[in-house]
């Protein structure tokens, strides 16, 4: 298998765990997998910066390069939040979370999964998310094809979701985001809402776009442009971002004065706060 040198920060179980993407998982000791459109890769860590892939050198540097967003120095990113947390009251707070959250990346990934499965995200926990949007794409998904001849399944296509009714739909266990799903596939097949034409909008019009989408709200709305579409300013305020601001901030947001690299400030935090803060009364 070939393997490929990355020198930022990169790991791989922070990545997976990071609450973005709802399909990567840990298939063997040490080795994950990521799916994206109708590409799979399983990727190892051998030793640091050193990695083994599953697929060419030339998918790499075509399709998952990009995925894992290996062009963004996040090192550099951590280093603009410690000087930004320098000399205020937060910034304590802020070096624990990066040094505890250092790893992530931000992944780009396609926007029809990502609107889908942050539809379904509401009210829902991480576990359960993964449950219903692995059971659609066993269900609708395209077979891909794994080194070893095994199959696994796509994320469906807009085409093949758009044939299930609202009321199918239900028996995913989606209860009221069956109606709310329904509506981002009519509106995407319509193109109403054209997703790869939004690459091209500015950050307010693309949320305000997306906002069009029946039970897309602020949140959802951030976490596509974020996830899928690589806007850093955006930050999707969840349950533990909420706390994050109300327990360790003294009810500051923080992640509006920091501005453009804000989502990723929000990534460490949520990260820190879902694993590392135990020590926190929630």
């Not at 609450?19 to 990521?34: A, I, M, N």
């Amino acid at each position: 298998m070939p393997l490929i040198n990355i020198k930022d920060d990169f790991d791989l179980e922070k990545i997976t765990e990071s609450g973005q993407c709802f399909r990567p998982k840990e298939v063997s000791p040490g080795v994950f997998r990521f799916i994206t459109l109708d590409h799979v890769i399983d990727i190892e860590k051998v030793e640091e910066g050193t990695f083994k892939i599953s697929c060419s050198n030339a998918e790499w540097d075509i399709i998952w390069s990009k995925y894992f967003d290996i062009e963004t120095n996040y090192a550099e990113i951590r280093q603009q939040i410690l000087d930004f947390g320098n000399g205020k009251p937060c910034g304590e707070y802020l070096n624990k979370a990066i040094e505890y959250s250092k790893g992530i990346r931000i992944l780009r990934q396609d926007p029809f999964e990502t609107l889908i499965s942050f539809i379904i995200s509401q009210r829902k926990n991480i576990p359960a998310i993964r449950t219903i949007v692995e059971l659609l794409c066993d269900t609708f998904g395209d077979d891909l094809v794994l080194t070893d001849g095994s199959t696994v399944k796509a994320f469906p296509k807009v085409d093949d979701l758009c044939k299930v009714s609202a009321f199918e739909l239900s028996r995913f266990s989606l209860g009221y985001r069956s109606a709310y799903v329904h509506d981002a596939l009519q509106k995407v097949k319509g193109l109403t809402i054209a997703l790869d034409d939004l690459y091209s909008n500015n950050d307010d019009d693309l949320i305000d776009t997306l906002k069009t989408i029946k039970g897309v709200g602020d949140k959802v709305a951030a976490c596509v442009a974020l996830y899928a579409y690589h806007r850093f300013a955006a930050v999707p305020i969840d349950v533990w971002i909420k706390r994050a601001i109300q327990e360790d901030f003294k009810g500051e947001n923080v992640f509006v004065e920091f501005g453009s690299l804000a989502g990723v400030l929000q990534q460490y935090i949520f990260y820190y706060k879902r694993f590392g803060a135990k020590e926190l009364i929630y």
